[in-house]
């Protein structure tokens, strides 16, 4: 049966109790540390806050995992090329484990914020390197079945994270929200351990440190005067400044010394591939618009209305039950009709969620951001995952964990670019009115970030009309060898 045909007729194989429905489970795990991850600790902020103190530096417990987390991809993703994913996903599950270890003996704000580095390390490996193994492991037309399992973890860890981080500050301690992933990475590892098996085959390989390096160097400065700029820091201000130049003087030594590299850590190349730079422009844009409802809904709510965090925290749910409810459908979708089309109605459904959010955003009502929310994670689920798929399909073993690598790093680095663009409108919209208690001022913040984000979700859409047509078995979605043979 070829790659194309019904995703129904492959579901047998591809279940629980199929030959690899035990390495399935394993990813799905592995999967759930960084789902669950995501929104268990938001809930528990207060809690952490008022037992450890240092309320100024909280933000850091997000800022410094999600740029552990994206600086460390690149550099994953090209290693689990040339060693292997089993080891690199081990690793990454064993740092998630370190640091969720260490989290629960923190004593003050300083060292969780450095165990949080530690499980951004592990994120870095672990989820780039889920989805690799699901690209090698399944055909296209299956992975299609397979996006429904990892999509039910996302849907299920949108439910259980806020709730189990509610429950362990109030009734328990905050520490158990990083004590509940020890089981879990445990279980994971030797699930992995045990029923994964793969073949690499033996060569010697020529580490490219310098590369290595200079891209962390370079993606940590620069990632890191988006982050806090504008924050703990004002734009123009001499950290800003220097965070930057030495960004970008890192990362332009980094494109010098790939073009000499025998073997490059991120083959820039790559990236000039039509279809690879497309799939890398979606996912900037699935992060910007995540980033902006999820980071900015619940301040717009809470201060305009007064709403409590459950409710603020209900409305983003929405967007994160949207998501995993149109991934899990999406694979048929994309088999009947194409990556294309699947990826426009997503773009079409995401821009329609935004424009609402932006035209209600002067009358705050938690329904109605709840209802839009949920229409753009529908549309999120539409493009992030078929994106994903298209762009593993068209090449072989060999660049997979790189694309994959790319296409995480992407959405990482669309998260963070969006929350300076996004945060720099809403408090130069704040500064301009009266005060961020002003019903007034914060409703009309809320409403340019909302039209900022609808603005995105455009730009969004425009990228994949870039896509190739065709269905999936056409020749622009096909690995560079398979087009020459035929």
Same mark, same amino acid.
């Given at each position: 049966?070829?790659?194309?045909?019904?995703?129904?007729?492959?579901?047998?194989?591809?279940?629980?109790?199929?030959?690899?429905g035990?390495?399935?489970?394993?990813?799905?795990l592995?999967?759930?540390?960084?789902?669950?991850?995501?929104?268990?600790?938001?809930?528990?902020?207060?809690s952490?806050?008022?037992?450890?103190?240092?309320?100024?530096?909280?933000p850091?417990?997000?800022?410094?995992?999600?740029?552990?987390?994206?600086?460390?991809?690149?550099?994953?993703s090209?290693?689990?090329?040339?060693?292997?994913?089993?080891p690199?996903?081990?690793?990454?599950v064993?740092?998630?484990?370190l640091?969720?270890?260490?989290?629960?003996?923190?004593?003050?704000?300083?060292?969780?914020?450095?165990?949080r580095?530690?499980?951004?390390?592990?994120?870095?490996?672990?989820?780039?390197?889920?989805?690799?193994i699901?690209?090698?492991?399944?055909?296209v037309?299956?992975?299609?079945?397979?996006?429904?399992?990892i999509?039910?973890?996302?849907?299920?860890?949108?439910?259980v994270?806020?709730?189990?981080?509610?429950?362990?500050?109030q009734?328990?301690?905050w520490r158990?929200?990083?004590?509940?992933?020890?089981?879990l990475?445990?279980?994971?590892?030797?699930?992995?351990?045990?029923?994964?098996?793969?073949r690499?085959?033996?060569?010697?390989?020529?580490?490219?440190?310098a590369?290595?390096?200079?891209?962390?160097?370079?993606?940590?400065?620069?990632i890191?005067?988006?982050?806090?700029?504008?924050?703990?820091?004002?734009?123009?201000?001499?950290?800003?400044?220097?965070?930057?130049?030495?960004?970008?003087?890192?990362?332009?030594?980094?494109?010098?010394?790939?073009?000499?590299?025998?073997?490059?850590?991120?083959?820039?190349?790559?990236?000039?591939?039509?279809?690879?730079?497309?799939?890398?422009a979606?996912?900037?844009?699935v992060?910007?618009?995540?980033?902006?409802?999820?980071?900015?809904?619940?301040t717009y709510?809470?201060?305009?209305?007064?709403?409590v965090?459950?409710?603020?925290?209900?409305?983003?749910?929405?967007?994160?039950l949207?998501?995993?409810?149109?991934?899990?459908?999406?694979?048929?979708?994309?088999?009947?009709?194409?990556y294309?089309?699947?990826?426009?109605?997503?773009?079409?459904?995401?821009?329609?969620?935004?424009?609402?959010?932006?035209?209600?955003?002067?009358?705050?009502n938690?329904w109605?951001?709840?209802?839009?929310?949920?229409v753009?994670?529908?549309?999120?689920?539409?493009?992030?995952?078929?994106?994903?798929? &298209? +762009?593993?399909? %068209?090449?072989?073993?060999?660049?997979?964990? *790189?694309v994959? @690598?790319?296409? =995480? !790093?992407?959405?990482? /680095?669309?998260?963070?670019?969006?929350?300076?663009?996004?945060g720099?409108i809403?408090?130069?919209?704040? &500064? +301009?009115?009266? %005060?961020?208690?002003?019903?007034?001022?914060? *409703?009309?913040? @809320?409403?340019? =970030? !909302?039209?900022?984000? /609808?603005i995105?979700?455009?730009?969004t859409?425009?990228?994949?009309?870039?896509?190739?047509?065709?269905?999936?078995?056409?020749?622009?979605?096909?690995?560079?060898?398979?087009?020459?043979a035929?």
């Amino acid at each position: 049966m070829s790659e194309t045909g019904s995703a129904a007729a492959t579901r047998g194989s591809v279940g629980f109790r199929s030959d690899r429905g035990r390495v399935l489970l394993a990813l799905m795990l592995t999967t759930g540390l960084i789902a669950i991850d995501s929104t268990i600790l938001a809930t528990a902020v207060p809690s952490v806050v008022k037992d450890l103190g240092e309320f100024e530096q909280f933000p850091w417990l997000f800022s410094v995992y999600l740029l552990a987390q994206a600086v460390s991809v690149p550099i994953y993703s090209k290693l689990a090329d040339t060693v292997g994913r089993k080891p690199i996903i081990l690793v990454g599950v064993g740092l998630f484990l370190l640091g969720s270890v260490l989290a629960v003996l923190a004593w003050n704000m300083t060292s969780l914020i450095v165990f949080r580095v530690i499980q951004g390390l592990g994120a870095g490996a672990s989820a780039p390197m889920a989805m690799t193994i699901v690209g090698d492991l399944y055909s296209v037309a299956e992975r299609a079945v397979v996006q429904g399992y990892i999509a039910s973890v996302w849907a299920i860890a949108s439910v259980v994270g806020p709730a189990l981080g509610g429950v362990f500050s109030q009734f328990v301690s905050w520490r158990w929200i990083f004590g509940v992933n020890i089981p879990l990475c445990l279980v994971a590892g030797w699930a992995l351990i045990r029923f994964y098996q793969e073949r690499v085959e033996p060569r010697r390989h020529r580490i490219d440190y310098a590369g290595a390096a200079l891209l962390t160097v370079g993606l940590t400065a620069f990632i890191l005067a988006l982050l806090e700029g504008g924050n703990v820091w004002a734009w123009l201000s001499l950290p800003s400044l220097i965070s930057f130049g030495i960004g970008v003087a890192a990362l332009v030594g980094f494109g010098f010394v790939e073009r000499r590299a025998a073997e490059p850590v991120l083959d820039l190349a790559i990236l000039r591939r039509p279809l690879i730079l497309t799939t890398t422009a979606l996912s900037l844009g699935v992060g910007a618009l995540l980033i902006g409802i999820t980071s900015f809904v619940p301040t717009y709510l809470e201060n305009a209305l007064g709403a409590v965090p459950l409710i603020s925290g209900a409305a983003v749910a929405a967007l994160t039950l949207g998501w995993p409810l149109s991934a899990s459908i999406a694979g048929r979708l994309y088999l009947a009709h194409g990556y294309r089309t699947t990826v426009l109605r997503g773009c079409s459904i995401a821009l329609v969620g935004t424009i609402g959010l932006a035209i209600s955003g002067p009358w705050p009502n938690p329904w109605t951001v709840g209802a839009v929310s949920f229409v753009t994670g529908f549309g999120l689920g539409w493009i992030a995952a078929p994106s994903l798929v &298209a +762009a593993q399909a %068209s090449v072989d073993w060999s660049e997979r964990g *790189v694309v994959t @690598g790319i296409n =995480v !790093f992407a959405r990482s /680095a669309g998260s963070a670019v969006g929350v300076a663009i996004f945060g720099a409108i809403a408090t130069n919209v704040i &500064a +301009a009115g009266r %005060s961020e208690q002003d019903y007034a001022t914060i *409703v009309s913040a @809320g409403t340019w =970030v !909302f039209v900022a984000v /609808a603005i995105a979700a455009l730009g969004t859409l425009l990228a994949a009309l870039t896509m190739p047509r065709g269905g999936v078995d056409s020749t622009a979605y096909l690995p560079a060898a398979v087009r020459g043979a035929e």
